[in-house]
């Protein structure tokens, strides 16, 4: 095109020219040839880079539209999964540049056909609530041995924190993206929305276990895993409280969201089934009013999801934790236990101290997991979980 416009000049310069200097002909024969000669290589080369910019822009259109990331292939690229396995592999690591609204909008896609049309082995996500360090991670490494493929690991610490477990250990990269959480307040159950969706993004998880850095399982994988995928109801705390810890907290502002006779008190550890992790993290009409009005001296995480779940689906709930604690001796938190307490006589209590409707049957086996334990705790534990807890 700079040919042409070139060309365009020399006629105007030979037009002022006149007859004195332009020898009497304004477009000599010449001049013609050497104008139509640019002219066609302009119209060759404007051709040609339109046909090289149509077929990058075809050849880049894989990498700009690329819906999903596979496994690593090679030195450190993604390669895009075709067809369905898209949607139902899991991603490769807990890490992700997405922002809490975009997590929890992803995660809210959920299958309106069943069953699945690929083979799918339900899995349970242990969702791990913690501060940083994860003290009795070897005690669970134990549970999760030889159980490949039916359990998945999820760690919210604050986001200082920097784990370094090794590669094989089942938490090594399993820390999502998180904020600072803070007991009494909305932020907790915003860390625990958080672990929910990140789990949620693995199609195979049918169960969220709630679990702190104190907590330990109490039973086998195998029994655990059984008591979860043949439950009929989710393992929700739930109980109206008319004292001043209960229905004492209520602010007459939450209405009509939540009336004062729906109001519900819970412990915050809660083990959920798939449909309803995903009627938690969806959520935008009951969390706002809790956000705003329930403040401290309210204590958000003890209300928040007891009075959600029991407005919107009272018949999906057990109403009682699989989480057993002691609260005895008073006080606003439970007792810790640590190496002095750890006997065959105290772990045999904890697991069938108790008698509870399971699928609306009696049974000894109400707990699955016991907190709060201390660091210490952790040797004992480990000499008696092959004998008393089953692994190990």
């Known amino acids: 095109m700079q040919a042409r ?5 020399d006629m105007k310069e030979a037009r002022l020219a006149g007859p004195g200097q332009g020898g009497g002909r304004v477009f000599p024969t010449g001049m013609l040839k050497v104008f139509l000669g640019f002219l066609l290589l302009g119209v060759g080369l404007s051709a040609a ?3 090289m910019a149509r077929h990058t822009l075809a050849a880049a259109a894989p ?7 596979g496994a690593s292939a090679g030195a450190g690229e993604e390669q895009p999964l075709d067809g369905l396995e898209r949607w139902t592999r899991p991603p490769s690591r807990a890490r992700h540049a997405m922002t809490d609204e975009e997590l929890l909008w992803r995660a809210s896609f959920a299958p ?5 049309p690929f083979p799918r082995v339900p899995k349970v996500a242990f969702m791990f609530l913690t501060r940083g360090p994860l003290p009795l991670a070897p005690l669970w490494e134990r549970f999760f041995r030889g159980h490949e493929g039916r359990y998945s690991v999820y760690v919210h610490a604050l986001p200082s924190y920097r784990a370094n477990f090794t590669k094989d250990s089942v938490f090594y990269h399993r820390q999502i993206p998180s904020k600072v959480a803070e007991w009494g307040q909305m932020t907790m159950c915003d860390a625990e929305r958080r672990l929910l969706a990140n789990a949620l993004l693995d199609i195979s998880n049918e169960w969220f ?8 399982p109490i039973f086998d994988f ?3 895993y059984d008591y979860f995928q043949n439950s009929s109801q989710s393992f929700v705390m739930v109980f109206d409280d008319p004292g001043p ?8 502002n939450m209405t009509p969201e939540a009336e004062l006779e729906q109001w519900r008190k819970g412990s915050q550890w809660f083990e959920v089934d798939r449909d309803l992790a995903i009627e938690i993290i969806r ?3 009951y969390y706002p009013k809790f956000k705003e009005f329930c403040r401290p001296h309210c204590y958000v995480d003890e209300h928040y999801f007891p009075t959600m779940l029991t407005i919107e689906a009272p018949q999906s709930l057990a109403n009682r934790s699989v989480t057993w604690v002691d609260w005895s001796r008073g006080g606003a938190h439970p007792a810790t236990f640590g190496r002095g307490d750890i006997t065959e006589e105290f772990l045999r209590r904890v697991q069938t101290g108790r008698t509870c409707l399971y699928n609306n049957q009696n049974s000894t086996t109400c707990f699955l997991f016991a907190r709060k334990f201390a660091p210490s705790a952790l040797q004992p534990l480990l000499v008696l979980a092959p004998t008393v807890l089953g692994y190990g």
């Not at 990498?63 to 990331?69: H, Q, Y």
């Not at 309106?112 to 699945?116: A, F, N």
């Open 245 to 252: 810890y209960g229905r004492g907290r209520y602010n007459y």
């Open 283 to 285: 959520d935008t009409r």
């Open 49 to 51: 880079g339109m046909y």
């Open 222 to 224: 195998n029994t655990t």
């Open 112 to 116: 309106r056909v069943r069953p699945y």
């Open 209 to 216: 276990v709630l679990v702190s850095e104190s907590c330990i």
């Open 5 to 9: 416009v070139a060309s365009m000049e």
């Open 63 to 69: 990498a700009i539209f690329r819906p999903c990331l």
